[in-house]
Antibody
């Protein structure tokens, strides 16, 4: 069964960093780009960036370019997103998702990790 | 960055009615890279349509997509109770992905 399993929620203070994980199973981890997409409460979807699990290459949305780092550990089929210098506006559900390289569509989604920024 | 604008923001319809959702791009989008998603409360989005008009696996044929260039449409021919949700369009271009702001289809 194809799954992307994300860790539980996080509560962080403004200015801190958060690290969110996404473990893949049931498919070839290095065969698909792994993206992060966030959704603030009651808002729409916002693309954060992707990592190529095979090469480690990354590409980030300009909005997050200087604050986000995507990494992966192919030995445990897990991808990570670190977001630094958190503000209240970073409170959101962070989803990991995979795309294919033919239609660039988001085929599989994790269940999401709620990151709450609160003092 | 290509901006996707969806309209209307909210669509109030009754079960059995037809829903027509619009997605307009700020510049031309390759039809191959235009997709639609459905999201229900508390759930991750689900892929409905890719390549502007191809249904994803398991998606009922009451869902259809059309369009090209800067104007795309998602049509739900006869709304079922489970279709009331938020719908997003998404495009890929120049190594960047963007989503529309969503259209909520609610029960009238």
């Amino acid at each position: 069964q194809v799954q992307l399993v994300q860790a539980g929620g996080e509560v962080k203070k403004p200015g801190a960093s958060v690290n969110v994980s996404c473990q893949a199973s049931g498919y070839r981890f290095i065969g698909y780009y792994l993206h992060w997409v966030r959704q603030a409460p009651g808002q729409g979807l916002e693309w954060v960036g992707w990592i190529n699990p095979n090469t480690g290459d990354t590409n980030y949305s300009q909005k997050f370019q200087d604050r986000v780092t995507l990494t992966r550990d192919t030995s445990i089929n897990t991808a990570y997103m670190e977001l630094s210098r958190l503000t209240y506006d970073d409170t959101a559900i962070y989803y990991c998702a995979t795309t294919d390289i033919v239609y660039y569509r988001f085929v599989r989604w994790g269940q999401g990790t709620l990151v709450t920024v609160s003092s | 960055e290509i901006v996707l604008t969806q309209s209307p923001g909210t669509l109030s319809l009754s079960p059995g009615e037809r829903a027509t959702l619009s997605c307009r791009a700020s510049q031309s989008v390759s039809s191959s890279f235009l997709a639609w998603y459905q999201q229900k409360p508390g759930q991750a989005p689900r892929l409905l349509i890719y390549g502007a008009s191809s249904r994803a696996t398991g998606i009922p044929d009451r869902f259809s997509g059309s369009g090209s260039g800067t104007d795309f449409t998602l049509t739900i021919t006869r709304l079922e109770p489970e279709d009331f949700a938020v719908y997003y369009c998404q495009q890929y271009g120049k190594s960047s992905w963007t989503f529309g702001q969503g259209t909520k289809v609610e029960i009238k």
